[in-house]
């Protein structure tokens, strides 16, 4: 019979602790995925209103697949059901990885994270709201007249994620920003000299992840370049003061 040390059981109370907060996570998915799943269909037709609105009266929403029907809805309702315990789910991952963490980095990671869910709901908002009509109207323009343009539910699901994603992903600079300065591997400095660079590869970035016309790259670019200087400012101020205290310290 073999006894566990006392060397083993913090590692093995940190596992159980885990495992319980994975398990909250996915009973939180899982009731939020079934209070939506009986409105599926109304969650597809809302994603999908900005594309029928601009469709001919004669073209419409294809399903190639004999089950896309049913199940563009269903996944839809999963990704809406992670979108709203985002909060929820990175409040379980601070909950496991705070106790390790000093008094001082605690004061400094909590807002960061607050900020990463604000923004990233944001990024997704700007797409639907403002980005995402756009884009969907230069492929319709752009369609050739003998042509009618009609997608397949899966393929526009597909589209309308990535798109989301990428947005939210994209204002997280502002955080992503902080942490870096925060962790002493950019300056405040350095990074205001290479911004004509900064703003280059924003652009360039926007160009490969967005779809292929001119507008949504620069909805996507422009935002990015000021949530850049944006959290430029917040790193300045926060090494301000943290300058302002040590001096005070001393």
Known sequence: MTTQTPDD???????????????????????????????????YDFISNPLVALLPKEASLIATDVASGFLAPIRLSFFVAL?????????????FIAPGLYKHEKKAALPLLLSAIVLFYLGVAFAYFVVLVPALKFFVMFAP???????????????????FAVFGVMFEIPVVTLIL??????????LADKRRYIIVGCFAIAAVVTPPDGASMIMLAVPMCLLFELGLLMARALVKNDTTSTETIT
């Open 9 to 43: 059981m913090p590692l093995m109370s940190h596992f159980i602790e885990l495992r319980t907060r994975f398990i909250r996570i996915f009973l939180a998915v899982l009731v939020v995925f079934l209070a939506l799943v009986g409105f599926s269909r109304e969650l």
């Open 83 to 95: 979108f709203i315990t985002v909060p929820f789910i990175l409040a379980q991952i601070w909950g």
């Open 145 to 163: 007249d003998n042509v009618l343009p009609m997608t397949d539910i899966d393929s526009y699901l597909s589209f309308v994620l990535k798109l």
């Open 181 to 190: 300065v925060l962790m002493r591997l950019v300056s405040v400095q350095s």
